[in-house]
């Protein structure tokens, strides 16, 4: 997560530092500072610079040097005010913003193309934008999280989570309060299918063969959060995203995850309240297998009635209310249910999983 404060353009006092700065931009932004600055700070970082530059306070023999450092200044000045409005520069990146794609419960979803500022191929991103200031702090645990687990996670299990660009705040002109609110910026992830979703497509219950690749990458993309001390916290049918043809699976939004020592979740998903283990509602620590609990109902839920019932024992006994007596490691799991599906339907086989054509 990027530190605000790093993203302001250094504040010259002396002819010298203003003609460094000058000299060191690599584009306006860096002199009167990228999104999200207002225009107003924009406009007094310049004339600042201005009068630093101007020919007539220039030192005694710079007065030439002063001119074509005005001149190149006026010149940076203009091509900032001529930038298109749904361009969006921070330190790290240029954002080119597109269509919304979706809002949630915390955050509103816009397309962009974002390239490096210091070089490289343009990305496919999604700008994840709090609706309100007051969840600017679920955002940056989700930034937190990605960070952390891009840090410290095993490099083979990166795919399961998104990939976080960087972290920042946006000023949002419209807004009456002015109250700044925290983006996220990630790679955009396209061909995938929510568990929502797939269960609407199979309303008599998926197949258990299909749903056990899901259940198994589910729990790989869990305790590889596990192992770095990450708990996702809101395990939930549209935070789990699959990739029907290749098998893929990445767990998204990471806004109410806890990190380090075990404390209550900061908020739940209201209209999934039913979903959530009792140590949620009762505020006390969430835990891996809070985790475990959420995730096992969305598998018992997307099988519905066609799970056989040593399956529907395993579920069972991964949903107790009492959180102790629940697993934790998701690991152990993971070989305990490819026991329990190598005794159900032998060795593994790959299986296409395609929606019902409507």
């Given at each position: 997560?990027?530190?605000p404060a790093q993203?302001?353009?250094?504040?010259?006092?002396?002819?010298?530092?203003?003609?460094?700065?000058?000299?060191?931009?690599?584009?306006?932004?860096?002199?009167?500072?990228?999104?999200?600055?207002?225009?107003?700070?924009?406009?007094?970082?310049?004339?600042?610079?201005?009068?630093?530059?101007?020919?007539?306070?220039?030192?005694?023999?710079?007065?030439?040097?002063?001119?074509?450092?005005?001149?190149?200044?006026?010149?940076?000045?203009?091509?900032?005010?001529?930038?298109?409005?749904?361009?969006?520069?921070?330190?790290?990146?240029?954002?080119?913003?597109?269509?919304?794609?979706?809002?949630?419960?915390?955050?509103?979803?816009?397309?962009?193309?974002?390239?490096?500022?210091?070089?490289?191929?343009?990305?496919?991103?999604?700008?994840?934008?709090?609706?309100?200031?007051?969840?600017?702090?679920?955002?940056?645990?989700?930034?937190?999280?990605?960070?952390?687990?891009?840090?410290?996670?095993?490099?083979?299990?990166?795919?399961?989570?998104p990939t976080l660009?960087?972290?920042?705040?946006?000023?949002?002109?419209?807004?009456?309060?002015?109250?700044?609110?925290?983006?996220?910026?990630?790679?955009?992830?396209?061909?995938?299918?929510?568990?929502?979703?797939?269960?609407?497509?199979?309303?008599?219950?998926?197949?258990?063969?299909?749903?056990?690749?899901?259940?198994?990458?589910?729990?790989?993309?869990?305790?590889?959060?596990?192992?770095?001390?990450?708990?996702?916290?809101?395990?939930?049918?549209?935070?789990?995203?699959?990739?029907?043809?290749?098998?893929?699976?990445?767990?998204?939004?990471?806004?109410?995850?806890?990190?380090?020592?075990?404390?209550?979740?900061?908020?739940?998903?209201?209209?999934?309240?039913?979903?959530?283990?009792?140590?949620?509602?009762?505020?006390?620590?969430?835990?891996?297998?809070?985790?475990?609990?959420?995730?096992?109902?969305?598998?018992?839920?997307?099988?519905?009635?066609?799970?056989?019932?040593?399956?529907?024992?395993?579920?069972?006994?991964?949903?107790?209310?009492?959180?102790?007596?629940?697993?934790?490691?998701?690991?152990?799991?993971?070989?305990?249910?490819?026991?329990?599906?190598?005794?159900?339907?032998?060795?593994?086989?790959?299986?296409?999983?395609?929606?019902?054509?409507?």
């Open positions: 997560m990027t530190d993203d302001r353009p250094a504040r010259p006092r002396t002819y010298e530092e203003a003609l460094a700065a000058l000299a060191t931009a690599r584009g306006p932004d860096d002199l009167f500072g990228g999104y999200p600055t207002d225009a107003a700070t924009a406009a007094r970082r310049y004339r600042r610079l201005a009068r630093l530059l101007h020919p007539d306070t220039a030192p005694l023999g710079h007065r030439a040097e002063a001119t074509a450092a005005c001149a190149a200044l006026n010149r940076l000045r203009a091509a900032q005010q001529a930038q298109p409005a749904d361009l969006l520069t921070t330190r790290r990146h240029r954002y080119r913003i597109g269509e919304l794609i979706g809002t949630g419960d915390v955050a509103v979803l816009r397309a962009a193309r974002a390239r490096p500022r210091d070089g490289g191929h343009e990305l496919d991103a999604v700008l994840k934008i709090s609706r309100i200031a007051a969840d600017n702090d679920l955002m940056e645990r989700e930034a937190h999280a990605l960070g952390w687990l891009a840090r410290h996670g095993d490099p083979r299990f990166r795919p399961y989570v660009l960087e972290s920042f705040r946006h000023a949002d002109a419209s807004d009456p309060a002015g109250a700044p609110r925290r983006v996220n910026a990630l790679l955009r992830l396209d061909g995938f299918t929510t568990l929502a979703e797939l269960r609407a497509a199979f309303p008599a219950g998926l197949d258990p063969r299909d749903a056990a690749w899901i259940w198994r990458r589910l729990l790989v993309a869990l305790g590889h959060a596990h192992r770095t001390g990450v708990r996702h916290g809101a395990v939930l049918p549209e935070h789990i995203l699959v990739q029907l043809e290749e098998h893929g699976l990445v767990l998204v939004d990471w806004c109410y995850a806890t990190t380090g020592p075990r404390t209550p979740a900061p908020a739940l998903v209201e209209r999934h309240r039913h979903r959530y283990p009792p140590e949620v509602a009762d505020r006390r620590p969430v835990t891996e297998a809070t985790d475990i609990h959420l995730a096992s109902h969305c598998i018992a839920e997307l099988m519905g009635g066609r799970a056989p019932r040593e399956m529907r024992a395993f579920l069972a006994g991964c949903m107790l209310p009492a959180e102790p007596r629940r697993p934790h490691d998701a690991w152990k799991l993971l070989g305990e249910l490819d026991q329990l599906l190598a005794h159900l339907y032998g060795p593994r086989t790959f299986r296409a999983l395609h929606l019902p054509v409507a």
